[in-house]
């Protein structure tokens, strides 16, 4: 048996933390869970008094949110006072891609990490559990273990890793009904009877047998892998789609064919413009930094291999559009539905669309942008982060609008870079008819009905399919 966990500090109000905690405040009505971050603008947003404006966006977030707040949720910047308050402590904080030093490129940044262990070994002065819930390096909470532990003031910590699997976008299904919840901590008595105590919290909903135990190090790896096994499907279609486009077979239907073999199955076997998103780039290459770190060449290389693939992707999709338009796009007007990295999300963390973006704008293409989620000031500051250009420059290139209709107007072309459902309800008519002509489609997630819009007028370019 663990000890009954009655108070919950998570640090860190982001994608993972907000919507994670407040399931488990939902959840579990007896205890208090309190989500601190320094960004006040951030915390502001989670305690709006109306949900529509949390800084999150996921379907059915808002009712969880209205439901739990001020009863046994709360957010808050004051870090040290839940820290103290606490039992238990989640780490949930960002761990990008190192932008500097060693590894750069290539390595997790863990300094956000390590303040975190370094705050905790300031403020607590009782017994803690830490959870880590970031995606972390095989190994890490070895460091964070000695930061705690090398204090001396007497009070002993337990170290988890509880790494989240749940997708943007659908947050709130997989938090509430998860394929499974992994929690890794220490074989030793002390460290089994930790993990019990968190295994306690999910069992309030989360049924037994899919609350899976392992050793510290196979939880922090297991996350890694389950990412790169999932970016590897999308690269691995999306190599193919290359060759359909080639040979006359349909992406699609090979997709479709090889998804009913059971020991395949059928999910995420869908060709696009390549992945997005801020997880699946930078897991692989912390995997592939780790690798090389233990002197694993060919295992490194065989998995960078599934990012060079998604670059590709992204560059053939840009580089086909300036083809499709008589090898010029130079002051010509692409219109760009969705930005957001996929649908159901507000998110835009290596969007695919900022990089077919910036290609564009490389040819000097003038870019109309539609997103139903993300607001102007997101996709220039998405943009400017490249430091491709000045910022004045891609003010000026760029516009964003807040009326699809408007967006394709006068366009000589429209790609579509997000596969929200909106976009399959337009009025292609009228959109067609106030396009420049010949109008073209370049459908980065094959999501339009393509005869219907061949029907119409449109020249349509799908991915993996024969033009
Ligand atoms: N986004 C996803 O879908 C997803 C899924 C599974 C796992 N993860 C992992 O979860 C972790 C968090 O991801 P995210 O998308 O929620 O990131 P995020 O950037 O949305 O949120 C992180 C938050 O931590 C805060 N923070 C950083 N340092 C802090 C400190 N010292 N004290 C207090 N607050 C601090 C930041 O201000 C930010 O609000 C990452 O390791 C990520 O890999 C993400």
């Known amino acids: 048996m663990g000890k009954k966990i009655s108070k919950i500090c998570c640090i860190g109000a982001g994608y993972v933390g907000g919507p994670t905690m407040a399931v488990i405040a939902q959840k579990c009505p007896h205890i208090t869970v309190t989500v601190v971050d320094l960004n006040q603008a951030r915390i502001d947003a989670w305690n709006d008094p109306d949900t529509n404006n949390i800084p999150v ?14 009863r046994n949720l709360f957010f808050s910047t004051e870090v040290d006072k839940a820290i103290d308050e606490a039992e238990m402590i989640f780490i949930s904080v960002n761990t990008p891609t190192k932008t500097y030093g060693t590894g750069k490129g290539m390595a997790a940044d863990l300094k956000y990490i390590e303040l975190c262990a370094r705050q905790i070994a300031r403020v607590a002065k009782d017994d803690k559990i830490v959870v880590e819930k970031s995606t972390l390096p095989v190994r890490t909470a070895e460091a964070v273990k000695n930061i705690l532990q090398n204090t001396g003031n007497g009070v002993n910590y337990q170290i988890l890793s ?4 749940l997708a943007e976008g659908t947050a709130v299904e997989d938090l509430h009904a998860p ?17 019990e105590s968190l295994v306690e919290v999910y069992a309030n909903w ?5 609350i899976l135990t392992t050793n510290l190090w196979s939880s922090e790896l297991s996350k890694l892998t389950a990412n790169a096994f999932l970016a590897q499907r999308v690269s691995s279609i999306n190599a193919l789609s290359e060759l359909c486009e080639r040979t006359g077979a349909d992406v699609s239907e090979v997709a479709r064919s090889i998804g009913t073999d059971s020991r395949i199955g059928p999910k995420f076997l869908k060709s696009s413009v390549g992945f997005g998103g801020s997880c699946f780039q930078k897991d ?3 995997l592939v930094y780790i690798a090389r770190s233990y002197g694993l060449k060919e295992v490194a290389d065989y ?11 992204k560059r053939r999709f840009a580089t086909n559009i300036v083809k499709t338009l008589y090898n010029t796009v130079s002051g010509k007007k692409i219109a760009f539905l969705g930005w957001a990295f996929k649908k159901d999300t507000n998110d835009t963390r290596e969007s695919a669309a900022i990089y077919v973006a910036d290609d564009l704008l490389n040819e000097q293409a003038g870019i109309s942008v539609y997103d139903p989620k993300v607001p102007e000031s997101q996709v220039y500051s998405d943009l400017d982060y490249l430091e491709t250009r000045a910022s004045e420059k891609n003010k ?46 370049f459908d980065g997630r094959n999501l339009l009905d393509t005869n219907k819009l061949k029907d119409i ?10 033009a």
């Open 284 to 286: 692989i290459l912390n």
């Open 206 to 210: 989360v049924p037994r047998e899919r």
């Open 179 to 195: 394929d499974r919840v992994l929690i890794g901590g220490d074989t030793t008595p002390e460290g089994q009877e930790a993990l």
């Open 57 to 70: 966006y996921e379907p059915g977030l808002d009712a969880v949110v209205a439901e739990a707040r001020g």
């Open 162 to 165: 509880n790494p989240e699997f």
């Open 457 to 466: 007028g449109f020249k349509v370019y799908s991915i993996g399919k024969e």
């Open 303 to 313: 998995w960078e291999q599934v990012i060079i693939m998604n670059d590709h992707q």
């Open 396 to 441: 000026q290139l760029v516009t964003v609008v807040t009326d699809p209709y408007e967006a394709c107007k006068d366009a000589h072309a429209i790609a579509v870079l997000t596969e929200w459902d909106e976009f399959k309800e337009y009025d292609w008519i009228k959109i067609f008819e106030n396009m420049k002509k010949p109008a073209f489609v």
